[in-house]
């Protein structure tokens, strides 16, 4: 029986893969590489020592997606396969729902056909909108009002997991809701590159440490909300983050079918002049920043009540800020020595 990974050559997949073979699982990985690169399957292995199938597939791609399922004994199915930048997603809306939504829809409709009910799927706490004074949230909290498309897919196909859920309750699902996953695998092999200016702070910090860019700008250092006036939020070790699914999916196990929602974040905000600073405190390496006006649509401060995922999936983040800091630069440190062989 496999587990299938749709999108599993991607940031977030590719930790949970190897901690699924640590595991002993047997996996198959599909991805279309919109987002990644076909070195990563290699890498994953080189990891665990252990071999799987992987297939060039897209989830629109209908047919091909039924030949997986043809082809294979698949028991569950953990989908990280989605776009995820949310500046691309305000400007190209149809792009996001067709790929993310549609794709979701695909997935399932074959699921169903094949018997297979068992899904685990990568939400955010982006589906809690914008709250006001309440930023701790927790998964009691009703979905909000979502600032941007890549958030609306995400709380669309929650909505959609659970009208298929209410139809059949033979289905076994588990929504897990991401805080701000960072770092990487301390191996150096997997970690987070994107292609171009990145978006989220990590990224532009390791680029910027890289002498790749000149500097960070911080985006706000006058929220009353927070300790130092920079924003607020709740980065968590990607390495912990793939740790939450293999517990997610082992809960999908004991349980017969169900519908299951859970935060995973550390449940400690930290600012973003804190990352800043343990990230050239740990590394040794000089991160130069400027302070500039707010982000239009950021919060000044959101963290996760990780109590239910600690109580019923026996999940807790243990890698500190250090840890995602020195991983993350571990990370670049070992892709310039492989470009440089
Ligand atoms: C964003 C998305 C979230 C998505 C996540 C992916 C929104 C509202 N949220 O979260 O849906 O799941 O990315 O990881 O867009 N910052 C700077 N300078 C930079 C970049 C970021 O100061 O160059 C600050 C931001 O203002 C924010 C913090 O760093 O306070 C974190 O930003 P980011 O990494 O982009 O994540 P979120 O905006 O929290």
């Not at 292995?45 to 399922?69: A, N, P």
């Not at 589906?127 to 309440?134: A, I, L």
């Not at 979905?143 to 890549?150: A, H, V």
Request: aromatic share 10%.
């Amino acid at each position: 029986m496999a587990i299938l990974l749709p999108g599993g050559a991607g940031y977030i997949g590719s930790h949970t893969a190897v901690e699924l073979l640590n595991a002993g699982k047997e996996i198959i990985i599909i991805d279309n590489f919109s987002n990644s690169k076909p070195e990563v399957i290699d890498k994953i292995k080189q990891i665990t020592g252990k071999d799987f199938k992987f297939y060039e597939v897209d989830c629109l791609d209908r047919q091909s997606l039924e030949k997986v399922f043809e082809e294979n004994d698949i028991d569950a199915v953990i989908n990280f396969a989605g776009f995820k930048a949310v500046g691309e997603s305000v400007k190209e809306p149809l792009k996001y729902y067709h790929n993310n939504i549609t794709g979701a829809v695909v997935l399932l409709q074959t699921m169903q056909k094949y018997g297979v009910k068992k899904f685990v799927f990568s939400s955010s706490a982006t589906v809690y909108g914008d709250r006001g004074k309440e930023i701790k949230y927790v998964e009691t909290m009703k979905r909000g009002e979502t600032t941007n498309p890549y958030g609306t897919t995400k709380s669309m196909i929650e909505k959609i997991l659970e009208d298929v859920y209410f139809a059949d309750n033979d289905w076994d699902i588990a929504l897990l809701r991401y805080f701000n996953p960072v770092g990487a695998h301390e191996s150096g092999l997997i970690g987070e590159n994107p292609q171009g200016i990145p978006n989220n702070l990590m990224p532009y910090i390791m680029k910027v440490a890289n002498k790749e860019l000149d500097h960070l700008n911080i985006f706000g250092n006058d929220y009353k909300e927070t300790k130092d006036g920079t924003g607020a939020r709740d980065f968590l070790h990607v390495v912990d983050l793939a740790k939450g699914h293999l517990k997610a999916l082992e809960k999908l196990e004991k349980e017969k079918s169900g519908l299951y929602v859970y935060n995973l974040g550390t449940g400690t905000p930290y600012t973003v002049q804190e990352m800043v600073d343990t990230f050239k405190r740990t590394n040794n390496v000089d991160v130069p920043y400027e302070y500039v006006g707010r982000r239009a649509g950021d919060l000044p401060i959101f963290y996760a009540d990780s109590t239910k995922a600690k109580k019923e999936l026996d999940w807790t983040a243990e890698k500190t800020l250090e840890d995602m800091c020195k991983d993350s630069w571990n990370y670049i440190k070992q892709m310039e020595k492989n470009k440089g062989e």
